[in-house]
T-cell receptor, first 112, second 115 residues
């Protein structure tokens, strides 16, 4: 019940396309859903996050869509750029950063 | 620069060696974490310290021994490791570890290879 399942494991998108990464959870106590971005040789960094009281949050080209009834959330990257090539992790928690649960990660490659 | 510095960046050790990983944060945070990152697996939380007190220990083998002498420094002491312990070890910090919206700040990690 503590798991967050992320798909796909890897994704290749052409420059200018839309990248979509999906996550699903079981624990209804989760109430904070961040996405972290990790470039090679670096640690993950917070990209965008959402609370379940909204269905969508947008920051520039990055959008989180949240479906509370389905217990699913997804990251959309519009107009994907080669600089977006990285590994993306979804996560969830309900009790603070000490209890953050991560998905398996998606390696995204944007082809020029 | 995230404000969390880890050394060394790379470490190769034999199964009988003893080594230590170091982490330092310059953000004034009160909580520090060790995570293990293996290929195609979720980030695994190993240890959490809040105000220098260990508050989480996720069934980590005793060959990994953390130490938090103050709120800015965190160590992970390694001894008699196994080849399956080879991974990227990430240090992170956050304000206090208890707020639901709290952001984690990660270092760049130590890539550990156990021969």
């Amino acid at each position: 019940q503590q798991q967050v399942k992320q798909s796909p494991q890897s994704l290749i998108v052409q420059k200018g396309g839309i990248s979509i990464i999906n996550c699903a959870y079981e624990n209804t106590a989760f109430d904070y859903f961040p996405w972290y971005q990790q470039f090679p040789g670096k640690g993950p960094a917070l990209l965008i996050a959402i609370r379940p009281d909204v269905s969508e949050k947008k920051e520039g080209r990055f959008t989180i869509s949240f479906n509370k009834s389905a217990k699913q959330f997804s990251l959309h990257i519009m107009d994907s750029q080669p600089g977006d090539s990285a590994t993306y992790f979804c996560a969830a928690n309900g009790q603070g950063a000490q209890k953050l649960v991560f998905g398996q990660g998606t390696r995204l490659t944007i082809n020029p | 620069e995230t404000g969390v510095t880890q050394t060394p960046r790379h470490l190769v050790m034999g199964m009988t060696n003893k080594k230590s990983l170091k982490c330092e944060q310059h953000l004034g945070h009160n909580a520090m974490y060790w995570y293990k990152q293996s290929a195609k697996k979720p980030l695994e939380l190993m240890f959490v310290y809040s105000l220098e007190e260990r508050v989480e220990n996720n069934s980590v083998p005793s060959r990994f021994s953390p130490e938090c002498p103050n709120s800015s420094h965190l160590f992970l002491h390694l001894h008699t490791l196994q080849p399956e312990d080879s991974a990227l070890y990430l240090c992170a910090s956050s304000q206090n570890g208890r707020h639901p919206n709290e952001k984690l700040f990660f270092g760049s990690g130590t890539q550990l290879s156990v021969l």
